[in-house]
């Protein structure tokens, strides 16, 4: 369960003294003085009432250009910073089932219903509508591998809902929610942090019913680079995923070298090449292998 900051503020800031506060002392979520000092901020921007309609009214004013770079991140994302810091501001807005933006996208373009965990700190507060709720679990990312089926040790904590005010800590790979469309159209305001190894380290989803992960959903670059460059069919590409597969320290880039080496060879070759990464050394290498293999395995 997210952790509840019950900060009382009653004054308001702009979002230029919460960027210059943030700027000044930094965010990192594992520092409590740290963490605490940035959700004070976030609560006094969270009770300016008016910024945020400033701002998009201003974009509306600039046309498609500037709204278009101000939700770079997502359809449903108004990007309140720039990027390239170990933190940024965003502010999301959540449609209710009866949106006809929801109607139209359909429940996954809002990620709800999606049991999920963060590779990430994040502090949200309530900003406008009355909030969506979430069905919270809690999980030891440490004992699980990453592996697809794998059991995940999911504990059921509760279901809440974002209300109007309420700032919470999400902490990265502890946290798993299943967010549920709210009554109304509503909007948080987040501090995410953005730290340099975030890229490697995995976000998953869920099979709650089930207990087990069910996929990863945060590929880097890097992956979708060196799938793309195998599949072209160079020789130095395919060496390289050799290599990777071999001894690369993520053992998650390891099972991408791994996929993008298959996906280049008939169902013999992928056989015996998921059945040496059996022996990697590798849990999670070891576990997709097998699991593999079982898939090539005739009826």
């Known amino acids: 369960m997210p952790r509840v900051i019950d900060h009382r503020d009653e004054t308001s800031c702009e979002l230029g003294d919460c960027l210059a506060a943030l700027e000044a002392e930094g965010f990192r979520p594992y520092e409590e003085e740290s963490l605490l000092h940035a959700a004070a901020w976030l609560r006094r921007l969270g009770n300016n009432r008016q910024f945020l309609g400033d701002i ?23 990007m309140l910073c720039e990027l ?23 429940s996954s373009a809002f990620s709800y219903e999606l049991p999920h965990d963060h590779n990430f700190d994040f502090l949200t507060v309530g900003y406008f509508g009355p909030g969506y709720a979430s069905d919270y679990y809690e999980y030891d990312y440490d004992k699980v591998a990453g592996g697809i089926g794998e059991r995940a040790g999911l504990r059921f904590i509760e279901r809440s809902t974002l209300d109007p005010g309420k700032l919470m800590h999400y ?6 929610h299943s967010q549920l469309p709210p009554e109304s159209l509503s909007v948080s305001l987040n501090i995410m942090h ?16 089930k207990d087990e992960i069910s996929g990863v959903i945060s590929p880097g670059g890097s992956e979708i680079f060196l799938r793309v460059a195998v599949g072209l069919g160079g020789a130095e590409a395919r060496d390289l995923a050799h290599n990777f597969a071999a001894s690369h320290p993520s053992d998650r880039m390891r099972l991408v070298a791994l996929e993008a080496q ?25 576990m997709e292998a097998t699991r593999r293999r079982r898939e090539l395995a005739p009826a």
């Not at 998009?56 to 108004?78: I, N, R």
């Not at 902490?171 to 798993?176: E, K, M, P, S």
């Not at 953005?194 to 019913?209: E, P, R, S, T």
């Open 171 to 176: 902490r990265a790979h502890r946290d798993v």
């Open 194 to 209: 953005a730290g340099g190894a975030q890229g490697w380290l995995d976000q998953y989803k869920f099979d709650v019913d």
């Open 56 to 78: 998009m009214l201003e974009e509306l004013k600039q046309g498609v250009k500037a709204a278009e770079e101000a939700s770079s991140y997502g359809p449903q994302v108004v």
């Open 262 to 286: 298959a996906g280049v060879l008939d169902e013999g070759g992928r056989d015996d090449l998921w059945r040496r990464a059996e022996g990697s050394g590798s849990r999670l290498v070891e």
């Open 84 to 106: 390239g810091r170990e933190y940024f501001i965003r502010a999301n807005f959540w449609p209710s089932a009866d949106e006809h933006m929801f109607r139209a996208s359909g």
